[in-house]
Structures are given as C-alpha cells and as structure tokens.
C-alpha cells in the first residue's frame, strides 16, 4: 500500500514537473531495463553491492567487538567511548577521500572506507544492547561457572539480536551512501560513478534510474534476508 502511495505521488509530481526535474515513472523504467539488458547495468550494480556487503561485514565485524567490549567492561566503556564519538564526527567524505589517498583508487579502498564509516555506528548500537541485557542471567550463568565464551554465545548475544539487526540496517544504509560517494570521487564502475557519468550528460532519467535500481537491492536485501533471519532468530522471545 505505501509503495502504490509512493507511486501515485511520484506520478502527480511527473505531471506537474518537466522531465528535466522529475521524469515519470514509465521512462525511468524503461531505462532500468535497458541498463541491465546492455550487460553493464549488471557489471556496475554488482560492483556496488560487492563493495557494500564487503565493507558491512568490516563494520560489522569491528563495531560489534567493539560494541562487546564497551558494554561488558567499564574500562573497555571509557576506554573506547571517545573513540566512537569521534569517529561519527568525521564525515563519510573524508573517510573516502583518505582511502582513496592512502590505498589507491581500487576495490580495497572502497571497502575500508565503508567499514571504517559505519562501524562506529554499529558500536554504539552493540554497545547500548549489551548493556541493556538481563544481567540477572548473567549473574545465574556466572554462578553455573559457564566459560566466558558460552556465557557471551549462549546469554548476551541472543538479548541483543535486535540490536544487531538494527545496526545492520542502518550500516546497510550507511554503507550504500559511501559506496557511492567513494565511487563518484574515484572509481571508475559501481553505481555512484554512473550516477556522476549521467549527471555530466544532465540526463535526470538515468540518474532516478540508477538510483531506484539500487533501492530495490536494498529492499531485497531487507526483505528477502534480513527480515527472515530476524524472524528465526528471535523466535524464542515470547509473543505477547
């Protein structure tokens, strides 16, 4: 129902506006379907999504260690907090311009600067779910003498699967805004070097084309894999 809704306003504004600033839904369609039938709509969307996923796994995997510490250790909380702080300061340009100086203008570059983007994101998101746990459990898994690997398998991670999943879609988010700005200033395939290819021809249809290709990956992503591994993982909480 929203997406009809969206549709229908997308509809009116083509109507009001020329196609120079809002082309219609049918021409943008249209030209998604040429790009990916010509072969490198496929080539530059993959690269896109290769670097994304790429960098959300960096991100993931370093805020959520970080996350862990922060909120199972005091001195681990004081010790990084500033760091994060920090790092959410510093825009995402400026990650992707120094990346790019210090690595070159390759896939490598690309995926450090999305990791080291969103993961200060992810941290805090860890983090606050950490220390949102029953620490009754904790207390009763301590007393059963549990090893510190099961007691954070078996009693933190499952409380904080939430937290995870959230930190997943907005690094999702995080790490597709920077995938493009990364390849806008510097890379020479992906989607955000085809949207500055297309805004250089002044071409608004290809540019909503390109966009909206790339939110339908995302919301396959959402829908397809993170909406079903959040239903089976969070299926013991009980349903009120």
Not at 76 to 105: D, N, Q, R
Not at 153 to 180: D, E, F, N
Not at 219 to 231: M, S, V
């Amino acid at each position: 129902y929203s997406i009809a809704v969206l549709v229908a306003v997308w509809v009116v504004l083509a109507l009001l506006f020329s196609a120079d600033i809002v082309p219609g839904p049918i021409p943008v369609f249209e030209a998604i379907a040429e790009n990916l039938w010509s072969g490198d709509g496929w080539f530059h969307l993959y690269k896109t999504v290769f670097r994304v996923l790429l960098g959300l796994l960096l991100a993931m995997f370093l805020g959520g260690g970080l996350g862990l510490c922060m909120g199972l250790s005091v001195k681990g909380e004081k010790f990084f907090e500033s760091w994060v702080m920090v790092g959410l300061t510093i825009p995402a340009v400026v990650y992707a311009i120094i990346c790019l100086l210090w690595f070159g203008l390759n896939d490598f570059a690309a995926v450090i600067a999305i990791g080291v983007t969103a993961f200060p994101a992810v941290a805090i998101n860890m983090w606050q779910g950490v220390k949102d746990i029953d620490m009754q459990l904790i207390a009763m898994g301590k007393a059963f003498r549990l090893p510190t690997r099961d007691l954070i398998r078996k009693i933190v991670l499952p409380q904080t699967v939430p937290y995870v999943l959230a930190a997943t879609r907005y690094a999702l988010g995080i790490s597709w805004k920077i995938a493009t700005t990364v390849e806008l200033i510097g890379m020479s395939s992906g989607v955000g070097y085809m949207l500055h290819y297309w805004f250089g021809l002044f071409s608004m249809t290809q540019v909503f084309a390109w966009t909206l290709t790339f939110v339908i990956v995302l919301l396959f992503i959402e829908y397809a894999l993170i909406n079903p591994f959040e239903k089976r993982t969070t299926a013991w909480r009980a349903v009120v």
